[in-house]
């Protein structure tokens, strides 16, 4: 019996103190609850105040990039302007010298035209009095040519008439003795 009432004692003891240490964990974790809400409110303001900060940093930075940008753009737009200033020039002088090189060509070949045109014109005289001049030893060389054709045939009619009269002498006497031949 006395170890029961020993024991009863144990676990009335032990079951105070467990009542005891339960009452202190609610407790505490009644403080760790509110302690957590405390410290979730807290990192939430934190958070809140980071995402703000965050927030006006970010739209601090776009509008300073959009600045830059606006300002290139300008100064961009200004050398764009510049360059195709320059370039306009630089086309209407090239098209100025372009201008005189052709203007300074045709003077040149209109020059070049009238001594081509003078030379040509002494190249065609003369030319023109050597031909005539071919033309003429020609015709003078195509009569003596013909005078000379006439003559010659004239001389072969000639030769031919006085060869064939010989031929025939010398077939008549051929003939003639080819038939005393015959008689002996």
Do not use: P
């Amino acid at each position: 019996i006395m170890q029961k009432i020993v024991k009863r004692m144990l676990n009335r003891a032990i079951a105070g103190v467990f009542q005891e240490w339960h009452a202190k964990m609610v407790a505490k974790n009644g403080m760790v609850a509110k302690c957590n809400k405390v410290a979730t409110r807290w990192k939430m303001q934190a958070d809140t105040e980071c995402i703000v900060a965050w927030y006006e940093y970010t739209t601090e930075e776009v509008r300073k990039r959009d600045l830059v940008t606006r300002i290139a753009m300008q100064m961009k737009n200004k050398a764009s302007a510049m360059i195709i200033e320059m370039w306009q020039e630089a086309v209407a002088k090239v098209r100025a010298e372009h201008a005189e090189e052709q203007r300074l060509e045709t003077v040149k070949d209109k020059i070049t035209r009238r001594i081509l045109h003078k030379s040509v014109s002494l190249a065609f005289e003369n030319w023109n009095s050597n031909v005539e001049d071919i033309l003429q030893e020609r015709m003078e060389e195509e009569l003596r040519h013909a005078k000379m054709q006439t003559n010659v045939k004239r001389m072969q009619k000639g030769s031919i008439s006085i060869f064939f009269s010989c031929w025939c002498e010398n077939m008549n006497e051929l003939k003639g003795e080819h038939n005393e031949e015959e008689k002996r």
